[in-house]
Nanobody, 121 residues
Framework: QVQLVESGGGLVQPGGSLRLSCAAS????????MNWYRQAPGKQRELVATITRGDSTNYADSVKGRFTISRDNAKNMAYLQMNSLKPEDTAVYCC???????????????WGQGTQVTVSS
């Protein structure tokens, strides 16, 4: 099995920064894409950023130029650096990863439980 654990959320003032981390552990053979999603109250879940194993990235238009996704393959970690935060960035942020485990020849998606980010003065 594989576990994903997010950390780094909290309360920050508008214009501030936060760095989220996503740690993957378990019977990991290889991690392919890693993604950050967010869901605000009353809204649909939104894909925020994606990074492939080869470090190709994509971002939602709403965060381009403010957020940066990165990963450390040796540590099975993904990060989301969030700058110039706005109140509308308030949401629960979750990471997911497409993982092949040591006991499988196929891959599947695993999810973390999320971390709350609140942007407010």
């Amino acid at each position: 099995q594989v576990q994903l654990v997010e950390s780094g959320g909290g309360l920050v003032q508008p214009g501030g920064s936060l760095r989220l981390s996503c740690a993957a552990s378990g019977s990991i053979f290889e991690i392919y894409a890693m993604n950050w999603y967010r869901q605000a109250p009353g809204k649909q879940r939104e894909l925020v950023a994606t990074i492939t194993r080869g470090d190709s990235t994509n971002y939602a238009d709403s965060v381009k130029g403010r957020f940066t996704i990165s990963r450390d393959n040796a540590k099975n970690m993904a990060y989301l650096q969030m700058n110039s935060l706005k109140p509308e960035d308030t949401a629960v942020y979750c990471c997911n990863a497409i993982v092949r485990t040591t006991s499988s020849i196929t891959s599947r998606i695993y999810w973390g439980q999320g971390t709350q980010v609140t942007v407010s003065s």
